[in-house]
């Protein structure tokens, strides 16, 4: 089996992969300061807890945004799985190729899922990432990454909402049953919500016809991407786990 391994500055997120079919799916949090011990034991009870046995995980990749982690992660995976892990960074062959003016600076994420989308959906395809930050980028019909847009995410937003003004208080992220809020928590929820939908509509619809591409695949991922895909017609695809599906793919390349 295959264990891919997507480490976000929230969330690390786990999947076990069968050949090409996704088994189960786990996540810790990333900002928790781990020891090498305590990455491979947790994840190793986090595998054997979804009716895995440690000893099936046979081959590891990760894509990571976090140096500071880094260490510690491969390290655990080395001491408790006796597995090198694959990590996505230079000459790693993922099917993408960068064509911005700073390839370097993309990020391993990013370039994960500018992966998995073009792999499974073609091209040209728009890929949306709802995390952290929320991210656009634009793959080509070729499999070039031609352009980003980095925008804060909801989760973001909605922090520097409550913690910039005194009254205002923590909520969940959710979409209100009016965007004619009456009170402040479905104020603010109608404006983290609805102002992510008109910039999402409005970046992905600039992109588009700046690229001058005849047609273009919208697809989403992300923790929150589906309650954007569900309220706006510019998203053709939401898939959760396109991550974890483009590590597969790029560790597919590898071999």
């Known amino acids: 089996m295959l264990l891919t391994i997507d480490v976000g500055n929230t969330n690390i997120t786990f999947g076990m992969f069968e050949g090409k079919t996704l088994i189960t799916t786990f996540r810790m949090t990333t900002k928790q300061l781990r020891t090498s011990d305590e990455y491979g034991i947790d994840i190793l009870e986090m595998i054997e807890r979804n009716q895995i046995s440690g000893k099936e995980v046979e081959h590891v990749i990760i894509a990571s945004v ?5 260490h510690s992660l491969n390290s655990g995976i080395i001491k408790y ?26 990020g391993a994420d990013r370039i994960v899922d500018a992966a998995g989308a073009f792999a499974l959906y073609g091209g040209p395809v728009l890929v949306l990432d709802f995390g952290t930050a929320t991210t656009y980028d634009l793959v080509d019909a070729s499999g070039s990454f031609v352009a980003g847009v980095t925008a804060p995410g909801i989760r973001i937003s909605a922090k520097a909402l409550w913690e ?45 016809a700046e690229s ?38 790029i560790f597919e390349k590898q071999r």
């Open 66 to 70: 976090v140096p500071d982690v880094m």
């Open 81 to 106: 799985f006796n597995i090198t892990p694959v990590i996505v960074g230079p000459g790693i062959r993922t099917g993408i190729r960068v064509v911005t003016e700073n390839p370097k600076q993309i």
């Open 164 to 208: 910039g003004a005194a009254k205002l208080p923590k909520i969940e992220i959710q979409k209100p049953e009016s965007i004619l809020a009456q009170e402040t928590i479905s104020s603010m929820q109608a404006g983290l919500i609805y102002g992510q939908i008109g910039q999402t509509e409005y970046i992905v619809r600039h992109m588009i």
């Open 212 to 249: 001058g591409y005849a047609s273009v695949k919208t697809v989403a991922t992300g923790g929150l991407g589906r309650i954007i895909a569900n309220e706006t017609e510019c998203i053709d695809i939401y898939d959760p786990n396109l991550t974890l599906s483009g590590l597969r793919l």
